[in-house]
Every structure is written in structure tokens, then in C-alpha cells.
């Protein structure tokens, strides 16, 4: 018995706040703090890696979530179009494997290969990172703009307004968002709903 609660105390060190994390976090405008995870490739990443970057198109998502399988391929087009304009995808799975084994960072690295992701895909093992930016559901986007030497957030939300369809999306949130930025422009649409599992 002893030796049970000490396996689960140790689930519970691993994983500090499992379940949803806190839905405060960053607001558009705020800076963000760099964050250091481990990608598919065993490699730890952080944002400063990249200093040619103009900004980031962070996701938080994962593998088992209907949602984030819908929008799996929209996420890749977002990076094939926008890393050679300097905004690249990175893609962070929060979800607790205990209460989700298909979210393992096993799996991560086999749904990576399979999918052939272009962009890294980082386990965030203690969902401090998700807590800190104030993600709650999969997929749930934040557009990063880079401003002198910080980073801030210049969209929070949704990728586009339909969910089941891609073909049938009537407005492309985060393309917009993209395209007010690279002009020069403040984001017109800075916030929507994400609509998508509840991080686990």
C-alpha cells in the first residue's frame, strides 16, 4: 500500500496541476516569457532558438483530441506558408498521459513521424507552460509577434470558424491575424473563442 501511494504521490509531483489548467494567463499585448520543452527529436526548444523569427504561431494541442485531429493538416499548411514569412508553427501537447494515455510522448513522436510534422512538437510534462499562457483547450492558438528584443501576444483563439471542415471556413482567424501584422497593423480580430477538448 505504501508502495502504491508513493507511485501516485510521484504522478502527482510529475504532473503538479493535472487537469485544466488555470484559464488566467496572458492577454493580448502581454510579454511572454521564453519557455525550454523537449521536442519529438529528444532536443530541448525554446522560442530564443530561433532569432530570425519575426514571431510564432504557438498551438497547443495533441493527438487524441477529435478537434485537434480536424485541424491537424491546417496546422501544417499554417507553417508551410507562414515560416518563410518568419512565423513559424510550434506545436506544445499538454495533456496528461495519465488520464490520456494516447497523448504519451511516445505516441507524440509516432504521430510526428507519420504526419511528417515540419515544425517541433513539445511535451509540456508539467502543463506549467499551458497554465502560463492560459490555455485550456486542444487546439487553442496564440500568434506571437516579436517586438525589439521581447515577445508578445498578438492573437489568442481559434485558427478558423469551423472546426469539421476546412473548406467550409468563412473567416481564417489566425491567417488574418497574420496578415494585419505583416502589414504593419494592429490585429483587428485579437481574441476568439477556442473551440476543442478541455486540456487534460
Avoid at 35 to 49: E, M, P, R
Wanted: proline share 5%.
Amino acid at each position: 500500500m505504501a508502495i502504491l501511494g508513493s507511485f501516485f504521490l510521484a504522478r502527482g509531483r510529475y504532473f503538479a496541476a493535472s487537469g485544466n489548467p488555470s484559464a488566467s494567463g496572458y492577454q493580448v499585448g502581454d510579454q511572454v516569457t521564453d519557455f525550454k520543452l523537449k521536442n519529438v527529436d529528444g532536443q530541448l526548444v525554446t522560442l530564443a532558438d530561433n532569432g530570425d523569427a519575426r514571431g510564432y504561431i504557438v498551438v497547443f494541442t495533441c493527438n487524441t483530441c477529435p478537434f485537434a485531429q480536424a485541424y491537424e493538416d491546417r496546422i501544417v499548411a499554417l507553417h508551410q506558408q507562414y515560416a518563410p514569412q518568419g512565423y513559424p508553427v510550434v506545436a506544445i501537447n499538454p495533456n496528461n498521459p495519465w488520464l490520456s494515455p494516447g497523448d504519451s510522448y511516445g505516441s507524440m513522436q509516432k504521430r510526428a513521424r507519420v504526419k511528417n510534422y515540419p515544425f517541433p512538437y513539445l511535451v509540456d510534462a508539467t502543463q506549467d507552460v499551458a497554465r502560463r499562457f492560459g490555455a485550456t483547450r486542444t487546439p487553442q492558438v496564440y500568434v506571437l509577434q516579436r517586438a525589439g528584443s521581447a515577445i508578445q501576444v498578438a492573437y489568442i483563439g481559434a485558427i478558423d470558424n469551423n472546426s469539421e471542415d476546412a473548406k467550409a471556413a468563412t473567416t481564417k482567424y489566425v491567417e488574418q491575424a497574420l496578415a494585419d501584422l505583416m502589414a504593419g497593423k494592429a490585429v483587428a480580430t485579437n481574441f476568439t473563442k477556442a473551440v476543442g477538448c478541455t486540456i487534460k
